[in-house]
């Protein structure tokens, strides 16, 4: 019976999370309200409160949900795969496009502050994992990287004929060659 449970909460969610996607695709994030979320998901306002405290808890929650998603992408990757970045940049793209129209929605109505900010953290972190010492100079380059990926991948994100994504990932190892290691 749990189980039965689990499998309608999730199927709630994801109606919601579609709703609030295709939602923020047409309006502003702002003038998102619960009511027009819940005719959206076809679903009843106590079921949405049973969850989310309002749309922007709802937002927060997917935001959070999806850089668990990322973190646990990244710490996947075996040791050996993880001294350059470059399979970490073909998984993100691979996630980013997978959900592609949700990140397109974040991107848009967050920008730096909301999804994107959160991706550049777990970015930082992934190049300090990968350095011998966690120098001052280190901390603030692995800013500098992430904050230079991530913005390359918005664009490349909500781009209509982006560039593909082999191109993209060797564009990025270019420019992260150049850096100090």
């Not at 919601?16 to 295709?22: D, G, I, K």
């Not at 496009?97 to 994107?116: C, D, K, P, Q, Y």
């Not at 120098?135 to 800013?143: D, G, K, L, W």
Request: with cysteine.
């Amino acid at each position: 019976m749990a189980n039965q449970e689990d499998k309608r909460i999730r199927r709630t969610k994801k109606l919601l999370r579609q709703a609030l996607t295709h939602l923020m695709q047409q309006k502003d994030f702002q003038s998102i309200t619960v009511t027009d979320v819940v005719r959206e998901a076809d679903i009843n306002r106590g079921t949405f409160y049973a969850h989310y405290r309002d749309v922007y808890d709802l937002r927060e929650q997917i935001e959070a949900e999806m850089i668990a998603d990322f973190r646990s992408m990244i710490a996947g990757l075996r040791p050996s795969e993880a001294a350059t970045l470059q399979p970490v940049l073909t998984r993100a793209m691979d996630y980013l496009e997978e959900n592609r129209e949700i990140v397109t929605a974040l991107v848009r109505v967050s920008g730096t502050e909301g999804f994107g900010k959160k991706l550049i953290g777990v970015l930082a972190e992934c190049w300090l994992e990968m350095r011998p010492q966690r120098s001052m100079e280190n901390v603030y380059i692995a800013r500098f990287v992430a904050t230079g990926i991530v913005g390359m991948l918005e664009k490349w994100i909500t781009e209509a004929q982006p560039i593909p994504k082999c191109e993209m990932v060797a564009l990025m190892m270019r420019l992260l060659s150049a850096l100090p290691s």
